[in-house]
């Protein structure tokens, strides 16, 4: 099955700041990821559908230009958190589905904004 | 995209085998039912997959009645690492079909 990576694992950034989120598939060109987030003792939110070459599809309720995504290959996109802010504190998570039906996560990427 | 409803949280002794409910009332035709496992701070992993009877592989099997409208995720004999939650998903196949997570259900294994 296909294999996800995340960096980084976690990162903490000052209040107003940028943070990029980086998703890899290490061994399937993936047209399609997706992007969660999930706070504590809650469930993974769908925030966004990531499009390689094209723009992403966004959530309803999840702004688009606050969280900017960039799927520029097939093996790499990109969530970008702008000017965060401590409510972004969150546990994003990146996945993608080969040709199968399976859904493959990454291992996650833990954000602290202070 | 189908809803799922599950119970919030399930308590069992290790070595019991534990068997987890999911509804799915309003599942297409061409939906899967899918479960996944999360540990904290960690992405999901795959469980098991199946569209209709029973599926068994290493881990689990997944019961799915004729109507389709339930399944029923068993974990025979858990250990204390089985303690996680899972989440019943319900979704078509395709690479870019996405998945709606519902709340899931808390195992808490203990001795």
């Known amino acids: 099955g296909a294999v996800v990576s995340q960096h980084p694992s976690r990162v903490i950034c000052k209040s107003g700041t940028s943070v990029k989120i980086e998703c890899r598939s290490l061994d399937f060109q993936a047209t399609t990821m997706f992007w969660y987030r999930q706070f504590p003792k809650q469930s993974l939110m769908l925030m966004a559908t990531s499009n390689e070459g094209s723009k992403a599809t966004y959530e309803q309720g999840v702004e688009k230009d606050k969280f900017l995504i960039n799927h520029a290959s097939l093996t790499l996109s990109t969530l970008t958190v702008t000017s965060a802010h401590p409510e972004d504190s969150s546990f994003y998570i990146c996945?993608?589905?080969?040709?199968?039906?399976?859904?493959?996560f990454g291992p996650g990427t833990r954000l602290t904004v202070t | 995209l189908a809803k799922t409803t599950q119970p919030i949280s399930m308590d069992s002794y290790e070595g019991q085998e534990v068997n987890i409910t999911c509804s799915h009332n309003n599942i297409a035709t061409n939906d899967y039912i899918t479960w996944y496992q999360q540990f904290p701070s960690q992405g999901p992993r795959f469980i098991i997959q199946g569209y209709k009877t029973k599926v068994t592989n290493e881990v689990a099997s997944l019961f799915i009645p004729a109507d389709r409208k339930s399944s029923t995720l068993s974990l025979p004999r858990v250990s204390l690492s089985d303690t996680a939650v899972y989440y019943c998903?319900?979704?078509?196949?395709?690479?870019?079909?996405?998945?709606?997570f519902g709340t899931g259900t808390r195992l808490q294994v203990t001795l």
């Open positions: 998903l319900v979704s078509p196949t395709g690479t870019a079909s996405k998945l709606t």
């Open positions: 996945s993608l589905r080969d040709r199968g039906w399976e859904q493959y």
